[in-house]
């Protein structure tokens, strides 16, 4: 039976999205914000800093190499095994909304060890360069098209392109594959923290990047053009609920945002 989706269909619209932040910024939490949000949600761990998560219940893979030992029952996964065990029947009838990998930069590390064993008695570095952004654009794009929310993290490299200006990038090995991975997400969001002395105590604002600021390569595919490009916010679900509201509740929701505005001004003048 030939049988279509509409772009207006509620199952079409699963968010795909690149979280690349610096230390510290609060990746690994967003975790929290996207099992709050959509429900139940499986972390693909590769870094093993999960203490962050420890006052909350969430669903982790620990996996600690690309393709070596796989063995469930003994805690002991692989990328690819992993892979394997997430596309199978039992994994769709466990009622996984989300999947969250943690991080890029750890898999891109993983992937490298597993080829240079591969290629380590091959004089031709192209291959093992080759196989690298093969298989890193393939597995991101695995994880990208499964039937669920997805959100990868991933550290923020900083780079001085021809002009002398300092750009931001997602941080795996290979300069190209780097360029290419925004490409492969609806949304990729860079988390910036800005430490200042406010009335002689030091506060943290976090910031999420929406768009191509000052060297960053954020997108958001936002049809309303809602987002700014800079969002004092350090939680993602606050961006997809905002891209995701109908006309009436964004009218509501922008009115209680000018009227507490309006009593935040009102009380600084007094």
């Known amino acids: 039976m030939f049988k279509v989706l509409s772009t207006t269909d509620a199952d079409v619209h ?10 510290g910024f609060g990746k690994t939490t967003q975790a929290i914000h996207v099992q709050r949000e959509y429900g139940k949600t499986l972390i693909i761990s590769l870094e093993g800093g999960l ?3 420890s006052l909350v219940s969430i669903d982790v893979i620990p996996v600690t190499s690309w393709d070596d030992a796989h063995d469930p029952e003994k805690g002991v996964f692989s990328f690819r095994g992993t892979m394997s065990m997430i ?3 039992e994994f769709k009838s466990m009622g996984y909304k989300a999947i969250f990998i ?8 993983q992937l490298m060890s597993f080829l240079e064993e591969k290629h380590k008695d091959n004089k031709n570095t192209f291959d093992k360069w080759g196989d690298n952004s093969r298989l890193m654009i393939a597995a991101l794009k695995w994880m990208r098209d499964l039937d669920m929310h997805v ?3 991933c550290l ?7 002009n002398g200006q300092t750009t931001y990038w997602p941080m795996v090995k290979g300069g190209k594959v780097s360029k290419q991975i925004p490409a492969l997400f609806d949304h990729v969001f860079c988390g910036k923290r800005k430490t200042a002395e406010v009335d002689g105590e030091l506060k943290v604002t976090r910031y999420l990047v929406t768009d191509q600021v000052q060297g960053h390569y954020a997108k958001a595919r936002d049809p309303r053009r809602r987002l700014l490009p800079v969002e004092k916010c350090d939680d993602i679900t606050v961006l997809f609920a905002k891209m995701q509201m109908n006309d009436e509740e964004w009218a509501k929701h922008s009115s209680n945002i000018n009227k507490l ?6 009380t600084t003048e007094k």
């Open 87 to 89: 596309t199978g029947a």
């Open 151 to 153: 959100v990868c993290t």
């Open 102 to 109: 943690d991080s890029v930069t750890e898999l891109s590390d």
């Open 51 to 53: 203490k962050s998560l």
């Open 156 to 162: 923020l490299a900083e780079e001085e392109d021809d």
């Open 261 to 266: 505005a309006s009593t935040k001004a009102a």
């Open 14 to 23: 699963f968010e795909k999205t690149l979280l690349c932040a610096h230390h």
